[in-house]
């Protein structure tokens, strides 16, 4: 499906850098195209340190809030919403205040395209798989008529492409998702140019992403996210 087709975006994740690694791509090609684009995240990543002498975490719930506001603003991303729920314990949030508060962020926006993570979280993140809960309950209650919500995965011709990079084995461990491509529902290998764009949305997430980037080597890091898929989970 051509992109211009998604119409409206909402895109729901849990932690800072979930959206550009899984959706980047997607809200670059939408925003250009004139789409409205607008992205959710739940938490502020305050946990997430991967060097706590470089980013203690007293620090890194701020640090990770302006390298996310440089990474939309780098895909011309303009709307943004924090639900501010603390990293790591979504799941003890009562599920019918993040319920509510999403659905009311859908019956605002009205998106025509609702993205999120599957049940399995996409790593197995609880957080992740929470939002996913929530989302999809929030999509019942408030998406308007023809509204489509899709799950991000990926495919098992990817995973077999990296079964030879230990660091793709540690961010996405050993089970699912594994979708064939022949059975996604949108699936874009992005152009040099929405690659560039995302790696560079990416890298203003300099915490989350530098170690990562620096491991794999620039060609082998730009093959590694230059794809994005999503099955279709429901329709309003």
């Given at each position: 499906m051509d992109v211009g087709d998604l119409g409206t975006i909402l895109g729901v994740?849990?932690?800072?850098?979930?959206?550009?690694?899984?959706?980047?791509?997607?809200?670059?090609m939408a925003a250009r195209a004139g789409s409205r684009v607008v992205c959710v995240t739940a938490t502020r990543?305050?946990?997430?340190?991967?060097?706590?002498?470089?980013?203690?975490?007293?620090?890194?719930?701020?640090v990770r809030m302006v390298e996310m506001a440089e990474s939309l603003d780098v895909l011309g991303v303009?709307?943004?919403?924090?639900?501010?729920?603390?990293?790591?314990?979504?799941?003890?949030?009562?599920?019918?205040?993040a319920v509510a508060r999403l659905a009311e962020i859908m019956a605002d926006v009205a998106p025509d395209t609702v993205l999120t993570f599957g049940p399995d979280g996409m790593t197995g993140h609880l957080d992740h798989q929470t939002v996913c809960d929530w989302t999809?309950?929030?999509?019942?209650?408030?998406?308007?008529p023809r509204a489509r919500l899709y799950y991000a995965t990926k495919t098992a011709e990817f995973d077999d492409r990296y079964a030879w990079l230990p660091i793709h084995r540690q961010a996405f461990g050993e089970g699912p998702p594994r979708t064939p491509e022949r059975d996604t529902d949108l699936a874009y290998r992005l152009s040099d140019e929405i690659v560039d764009l995302k790696v560079q949305a990416l890298r203003a997430q300099v915490s989350q992403v530098t170690l990562l980037y620096e491991e794999m080597g620039a060609d082998v890091y730009r093959d590694w996210v230059g794809d994005e898929w999503f099955v279709l989970a429901a329709t309003a």
């Open positions: 994740w849990a932690h800072p850098d979930d959206e550009a690694y899984l959706s980047a791509g997607v809200m670059a990543g305050e946990l997430g340190s991967l060097d706590v002498h470089r980013w203690p975490l007293e620090t890194l719930a701020d303009r709307e943004h919403h924090w639900l501010d729920y603390p990293d790591g314990a979504c799941a003890h949030v009562p599920e019918t205040d999809t309950k929030a999509f019942d209650q408030a998406a308007r």
